[in-house]
C-alpha cells in the first residue's frame, strides 16, 4: 500500500511545508486572531502574507 491518504481531493494543492520561529507574545495572538475568525493558523499566516503582498503592490 502507497503511504498517499484517501479523501477529497483538492482544488488548491499546497505541497509547500514551511516552519518559523515566533515568539510566545506573536503565537498568542495568531491563536486570538483564529479562533474569533474561525480558521487555522495556516490558513491565518497565508492570508497575512497574500495581504501584505498586496500592500506592496499598491505602492
Do not use: F, W
Not at 20 to 45: F, G, W
Request: net charge positive; glycine share 6%.
Amino acid at each position: 500500500m502507497s503511504g498517499k491518504k484517501m479523501g477529497r481531493p483538492t482544488d488548491c494543492p499546497k505541497p509547500v511545508r514551511m516552519g518559523v520561529r515566533i515568539d510566545p507574545e506573536t503565537l498568542c495572538q495568531l491563536d486570538d486572531y483564529c479562533e474569533k475568525h474561525n480558521m487555522v493558523r495556516s490558513e491565518a499566516v497565508r492570508l497575512a502574507v497574500n495581504r501584505l503582498i498586496q500592500k506592496r503592490k499598491k505602492r
